[in-house]
């Protein structure tokens, strides 16, 4: 008989080594996701939004077109945010700041809106679905600070919020129409309207052409792309991982779970972000 082939950890042991290899090449561009930021209790949110998860994600256009649809979100957004403003830079996003730092990055975009990639100590972060820490007035288009516009609704909403017990235990509450509808929305510094919108990017709304001509810039000159927790079911990231196996630039992908990406990865760990980047971090960038 033969040895049946090491599984488990080798296999893991050994797909961290083809990962550490690509990685000190340079130039890595990363790709991150929701399940980076997951260790920090970010619930991985269905969209960009923002909003508390067991709600449908809000849309573009119901968020334009709805003025109730938007009042509520902006409620509880108002209380969701207590949690986004709450969360701490993970392990994860430490060791990508750390390699950044070590010269092996050609920079970092990520799907996430909770700015903890910069937090982590990561620079020039291009966040393809913008950031929860700013509004955008659809009316004039200032762009605000999202902790300016919380002290506002404090003011105007004081005691507003889910009771103690209707708040489970990952933070998600559940607010009765009736209580939404009581909410009081303010308006715009600059041009007064009732138009203020987080500036990150709905459901049925497209990333600025911009932004993604950057981010394909930034692929197209990569040694190497590196998704970090994402299942990439969403194009606006997996055209990334496209373009890049489109170009025979080499795709590592570490995500818990597969991905949609997986047949074009050429190193793929299935493992924890929080165990597999640290690792990383120590034998490259320290
Ligand atoms: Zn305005």
């Known amino acids: 008989m033969t040895a049946a082939p090491a599984a488990g950890p080798r296999a893991d042991a050994t797909s961290l080594e083809e990962l550490a290899e690509l990685v000190d090449e ?3 561009v990363v790709l991150s996701g929701a399940g980076l ?7 991985d949110y269905r969209g960009v939004t923002g909003t508390l998860r067991r709600h449908t994600p809000m ?18 957004s108002f209380v969701g945010w207590r949690q986004i403003r709450g969360a701490r830079p993970n392990a994860g996003h430490r060791a990508v ?9 050609g920079g ?4 996430n809106v909770d700015g903890l990639h910069q937090a982590g100590g990561a620079r020039d972060v291009v966040e393809l679905h913008g950031g929860l820490d700013r509004t955008v007035c659809l009316n004039c288009g200032d762009v605000a600070s999202r902790a300016g516009l919380d002290e506002r609704l404090q003011e105007a909403n004081p005691g507003f919020g889910p009771r103690v017990d209707e708040v489970n235990p990952d933070g998600d509450a559940e607010l009765p129409d009736a209580v939404l509808d009581g909410f009081v929305m303010v308006g715009c510094l600059v041009c007064g309207e009732q138009a203020l919108k987080p500036d990150v990017v709905f459901f049925g709304e497209t ?36 373009r890049a196996a489109k170009l025979g630039i080499p795709v590592a992908i570490v ?19 929080g165990e597999v980047l640290p690792a990383l971090a120590t034998r490259l960038a320290r």
Request: neutral net charge; proline residues 5%; charged residues 25%.
């Open 26 to 28: 340079g130039d890595v």
């Open 37 to 43: 930021s997951t260790d920090s209790g970010i619930p």
């Open 59 to 76: 849309t573009y256009q119901t968020f334009t077109r709805d003025p109730r649809g938007r009042h509520r979100y902006w409620a509880r």
């Open 97 to 105: 700041g750390d390699l950044q730092a070590a010269g092996l990055l």
């Open 108 to 111: 970092v975009i990520t799907q």
């Open 207 to 242: 990333v600025p052409r911009d932004r993604v001509d950057q981010c394909f810039e930034l692929v197209d000159a990569a040694g190497s792309l590196l998704v970090l927790g994402s299942s990439l079911t969403v194009m606006s990231g997996y055209r990334f991982v496209l």
């Open 255 to 273: 995500n818990a779970g597969p991905t949609r990406g997986d047949a074009k990865a050429d190193v793929r760990l299935d493992a924890p972000l």
